[in-house]
């Protein structure tokens, strides 16, 4: 039997790529917003459907630099229930972050707990669209209006999303997509941050530049995170495949909702109504009592048969090592609940529709 790891990184093909990497033998211009970098932000500005984005060497450097560049101070609500970069993010630009639970179905921030939450050190949101699952933008955005808070949305999960046919890049202050190789939309490394205001954008440019702002001025302590010439034509490659990798991705996504839609024991998140989506991920949540096994169980016994799945997101970031309990994560049950409950199950555009009956066959025999 094949290997099956949880996902596989879309590549277009090797003589495409060379096709697109030979101007810069010809130019030697390698890294420092050149030519690819420029024509790849421009095409993902019309993808992505919003006014202003820049590229990054990776997801995190766009939301560390974002919040950096927004110049926050004090306490930031975000969700434990995401991937590490999330909340580093916050701490490594001295905020405290605040944990805010999630709804029991699609993960997202639960938007009613967000204002008791509130203090008067808060200065930002920063929500996350976890799996692809769209956040409740509307209710964000009243309250960060009636308390005047920025909101910064980590958007690594949905890229080329829509909501209510808006690009989803377009929500809050800044919205920042990961095109790390293992998400829908990769540049090997990258990511970009979408925003509104054009002098946020000014700021944002100079520090992941360190701070440059002429040849003789440096004015901000900024660091490095500028996407290089290679990054960005695997992105200009990569693009032209997007939308037939996520039609390929959604037939994935329906063979896995017909196998295991009606499983009791297993929840599957929801259908979203307005959201176009990218069939960036697909969660499974085991509810032992129901189904027979715990989550560990079936993720052993799929790794038995040479199946690799993750416990995404599994630990909480409010109990990692590193914060030495810091957070009680008893303030989060619904994401502590789910977090020892889920699995996300391999997905990615090539994945046979044979091997996904493979999986739900070792998962229902269980
Ligand atoms: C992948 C990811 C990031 C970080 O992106 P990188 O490009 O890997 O730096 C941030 N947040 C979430 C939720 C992610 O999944």
């Given amino acids: 039997m094949n290997k099956i790891l949880v996902t596989r990184s879309s590549m277009p093909d090797f003589d495409e790529y060379i096709e697109e990497i030979k101007d810069i033998w010809e130019s030697h211009w390698l890294t420092n917003m050149g030519p690819k970098h420029k024509k790849l932000q421009a095409e993902l500005k019309e993808y992505l459907g919003v006014e202003n984005i820049d590229l990054f060497v990776n997801g995190h450097m766009s939301l560390e630099l974002s919040l950096q560049a927004l110049k926050m101070q004090g306490e930031v609500i975000t969700t434990p229930f995401t991937f590490a970069s999330t909340i580093h993010a916050i ?45 409740n933008v509307e209710e964000i955005q009243r309250i960060a209006y009636k308390y005047g808070l920025k909101v910064i949305y980590d958007a690594a999960h949905t890229f080329g999303e829509k909501y209510k046919g808006q690009g989803i890049g377009t929500f809050g202050d800044v919205s920042c997509f990961s095109f790390h190789a293992t998400k829908v939309f990769n540049t090997i490394e990258g990511g970009a941050a979408c925003f509104k205001n054009p002098e946020f954008g000014l700021d944002l440019y100079r520090l992941k530049n360190f701070g440059i702002r002429g040849p003789e001025v440096v004015d901000a302590v900024g660091a490095n995170a500028k996407m290089n010439e290679f990054s960005a034509a695997m992105g200009i490659c990569n693009l032209r495949h997007i939308d037939e990798e996520i039609a390929k991705r959604k037939k994935v996504v ?5 196998r295991l839609g009606n499983v009791s024991g297993i929840k599957l998140s929801p259908i979203q109504e307005d959201v176009q989506s990218n069939y960036a991920y697909f969660p499974v949540v085991f509810d032992e009592n129901v189904f027979g096994a715990t989550r560990n169980e079936v993720c052993d016994r799929l790794a038995e048969n040479d199946i690799n799945v993750r416990k995404y997101f599994y630990p909480l970031t409010n109990m990692f090592d590193c914060f030495n309990g810091k957070y009680n994560v008893d303030d989060t049950p619904v994401a502590l609940h789910i977090s020892q409950r889920v699995l996300t199950l391999p997905l990615y555009a090539d994945l046979s529709l044979k091997d996904v009956d493979r999986i739900c066959d070792i998962i229902l025999n269980i």
């Avoid at 639960?110 to 692809?132: N, W």
């Avoid at 329906?254 to 017909?258: F, H, L, P, S, V």
């Fill in 91 to 135: 701490v490594r630009n001295g905020l405290e972050p605040v944990f805010c639970d999630i709804n029991p179905d699609d993960y997202t921030i639960d938007v009613s707990k967000i204002e008791s939450l509130i203090t008067d050190r808060t200065c930002a949101i920063m929500p996350v669209h976890v799996y692809g699952n769209v956040c």
């Fill in 254 to 258: 329906e063979r896995y909702r017909e």
